[in-house]
């Protein structure tokens, strides 16, 4: 779709997910006639995720959030929806960022329409696009319009009351926009919007230990927990090129050997698969992927596969790598001992990062870790350690697809 175009909707119940490089925060509106919401309670969001006919479903940051509507369940008065778009990161601007709404059949997932909005800059929120009512029939519209202060900006500009610090400044639209009516008092104490981290599921998380979350490689050697991040900068510049990612295990019985395959991914920027990298296919994208060969046992010291990256070499389409290990014999990862990944520098052979898996699940794959690029062009690297059912790198490109 293009900036003003429209679809008939096919279906009454459809998904609006927003998916970019970095993450988003994505929320619906529902308004009536006079483009305003009635109360607060018509703001669906991460915070208040269930209003008539409008859920928020997040997707724990390893898939896109998504606005869902049904058309059939909304009130009497409600004839527009818009799902707006803004960055987690407190700040961040859209600048070097292309967001892209999917529109798919809720019930079926199958692919309406995308959009991905042209020409972003200085804005922090997006109303992405509406579903709208017109001549007794629902229909969709790309709109792309940008707001330069935030998710606030937005719902303050469709009537919704929100606190602020300080007192708020009016809506600032990027591009023109509907003039703003005073806000309508509310119905409820005011729905604040706050900055969140959108690492875990909706659950409640945990509170993060001393020193979770993103870090880089100014202090040396750097060893991950599951869903941690580290950037591959050192001294505020990317470290190195080219890296290799050596993948380890052992039997957790003696005498029993065990044959698991390590694999790469590579996705462009839409999770779209353009190639895997395993035993059976050694080179991948003009040789910028290379692995070491399969083995059979599992035994012996030090790495059991190894994964040659090339990062200055890779395509811009690439965007995204996903390391995964799985066995097309069946063993399950609970025959596995110390499985492990870690990246190192391929030029000095220097361990970089290590992730080693601490827990076990009766399952023949798992993704180990992913690398993915950052809009800066830097990357950072993710420890996951996610269990699936997939015997072959074959059946992990779907589940690693969802996982960036």
């Not at 925060?25 to 006919?53: C, E």
């Not at 505020?236 to 090129?241: A, K, V």
Request: charged residues 20%.
């Amino acid at each position: 779709m293009t900036p003003g175009s429209n679809i008939p909707l096919p279906v009454t119940r459809v998904a609006v997910d927003v998916a970019a490089p970095v993450r988003l925060d994505v929320s619906g509106l529902l308004l009536t006639a006079d483009g305003k919401v009635r109360s607060d309670d018509d703001f669906i969001f991460y915070n208040q995720p269930a209003g008539p006919g409008v859920t928020y479903r997040s997707g724990g940051g390893t898939t896109p959030d998504a606005i869902i509507v049904d058309t059939s369940a909304l009130p009497p008065g409600i004839e527009k929806i818009v799902v707006t778009a803004s960055p987690d990161a407190a700040g961040q601007t859209f600048q070097g960022v292309e967001p892209t709404a999917t529109i798919r059949g809720a019930d079926d997932n199958s692919v309406l329409a995308t959009f991905t909005p042209p020409q972003l800059g200085a804005e922090t929120a997006l109303v992405v696009v509406e579903i709208y009512l017109r001549n007794g029939a629902w229909k969709a519209r790309a709109v792309g319009q940008g707001y330069a202060n935030g998710l606030a900006g937005i719902a303050t500009d469709f009537g919704v009351s929100v606190e602020e610090p300080a007192a708020a400044a009016p809506a600032q639209p990027v591009a023109p926009a509907q003039p703003v009516a005073p806000p309508m008092p509310p119905t409820q104490p005011p729905v604040t919007p706050p900055a969140r981290s959108m690492a875990a599921p909706p659950a409640p998380p945990a509170p993060p230990a001393p020193g979770a979350g993103k870090v880089n490689l100014d202090k040396g050697r750097v060893s991950l927990q599951k869903n941690q991040t580290v950037s591959l900068v050192k001294g505020g510049s990317p470290l190195l090129s080219q890296v290799k990612m050596g993948l380890g295990w052992e039997p957790a019985y003696r005498g029993k050997d065990i044959d698991l395959d390590a694999s790469v991914i590579a996705y462009g920027p839409q999770r779209n698969h353009i190639d895997s990298c395993y035993f059976g296919k050694l080179s991948i994208v003009n040789g910028a992927i290379k692995h070491s060969g399969d083995n059979l046992t599992g035994e012996g010291g030090g790495d059991d596969e190894v994964i040659t990256v090339d990062l200055g070499r890779l395509p811009q389409e690439v965007t995204g790598l996903v390391f995964t290990v799985n066995s097309f014999s069946g063993q399950k990862f609970t025959e596995v001992a110390k499985a492990y990944c870690r990246l190192l520098d391929a030029a000095t052979g220097e361990e970089l990062v290590r992730f080693d898996l601490t827990s076990a699940e009766p399952q023949t794959g798992v993704m180990m870790a992913k690398l993915i690029r950052q809009f800066t062009g830097e990357w950072d690297m993710t420890a996951m350690g996610d269990f699936v059912k997939a015997r072959t790198v074959r059946n992990m490109v779907k589940p690693a697809a969802q996982s960036l």
